[in-house]
């Protein structure tokens, strides 16, 4: 391989690798905000609205917040205990797990 030809091969890989890091970061950051739109996560009925369990680590790490605890509460909600003190001032955090829930008991369903 010619010394020019390997620098075009080399460039037009980064430029592959640019763009697709774009892409990933597009998708991450529209993922987010898709979620911290749905709600505020400060009551059940305001609770962040999410797909998979790693929605929550997502959102908390983005937010710069330590998880203290976690609990189920009917069935519905993750309540996250947020460690202090915090940017937000924020005790706890309320998270809707109906979505990754019902896609689990489906699974779990399918396998019997």
Do not use: C
């Not at 990933?24 to 987010?32: A, E, G, V």
């Amino acid at each position: 391989m010619t010394l020019p030809l390997f620098f075009a091969l080399s460039a037009s890989l980064t430029e592959l690798k640019n763009k697709e890091a774009k892409l990933w970061d597009y998708k991450f950051r529209k993922l987010s905000e898709v979620i911290l739109d749905s709600g505020d996560g400060l009551t059940k009925e305001t609770a962040y609205v999410i797909t998979r369990p790693s929605d929550e680590g997502m959102i908390t790490n983005l937010l710069g917040l330590t998880v203290t605890n976690q609990s189920v509460v009917e069935n519905k909600w993750d309540l996250l205990q947020i460690g202090q003190p915090n940017e937000y001032h924020l005790k706890t955090l309320y998270f809707n797990i109906e979505k990754p829930l019902s896609t689990l008991i489906k699974k779990t369903a399918a396998k019997k």
